[in-house]
């Protein structure tokens, strides 16, 4: 993952206004809670939750929009009410960030995204750094089979000339 810079953006990014997305909070120690999602941008949001938490803690955040599933490092802000609770990403994986810059209405925003050439590229070569696969097994014997093959037509084939060329 990749750790967001804390440099404060010369512009406001878009947010996205939802109506309550389920969300799921981690702590460091395993427990788990849950909350409602009311708005999110690339840089934070804003939680629905049953009672406030303590600024700065640090939890996993899950939730799930139309373009998947995001998970991401945020740290939670002052509380704003009893139940409402703002906090920012400190850790967002690249494809996370697609997909939520992918489902957040930039059409007001024109100046300050990427054309669309862009995102179409960039979705395009998405899976062109995969890092190579593992050999199987079977990849490992059919090459061993093989090579084995290739030795003994040699053995017999030079074996052959010595007769021929008599």
């Known amino acids: 993952m990749s750790t967001l810079p804390q440099i404060a953006p010369k512009f406001r990014p878009p947010r996205l206004h939802l109506d309550g997305t389920p969300a799921v909070l981690r702590f460091e120690d395993g427990e788990r809670i849950s909350g409602e999602l009311e708005v999110v941008s690339v840089t934070g949001g804003l939680l629905s939750l049953s009672q406030s938490l303590s600024r700065g803690v640090r939890v996993q955040l899950m939730f799930v929009t139309v373009a998947g599933s995001v998970m991401a490092g945020a740290e939670l802000l002052e509380p704003l ?5 703002p906090f920012r990403f400190v850790s967002l994986d690249p494809k996370d960030r697609r997909r ?6 930039v059409s007001v925003y024109h100046d300050i995204t990427e054309p669309a050439w862009m995102k179409k590229l960039r979705a395009a070569s998405e899976n062109r750094y995969e890092p190579p696969r ?33």
Do not use: D, N, W
């Open 81 to 85: 009410t009893k139940t409402l609770q």
């Open 100 to 105: 939520l810059e992918s489902v957040i209405p």
């Open 134 to 166: 593992r050999i199987t097994r079977f990849a490992i014997r059919a090459g061993l089979l093989t090579l084995g093959l290739i030795c003994a037509l040699c053995l017999l084939y030079f074996p052959l000339m010595k007769h021929i060329g008599r």
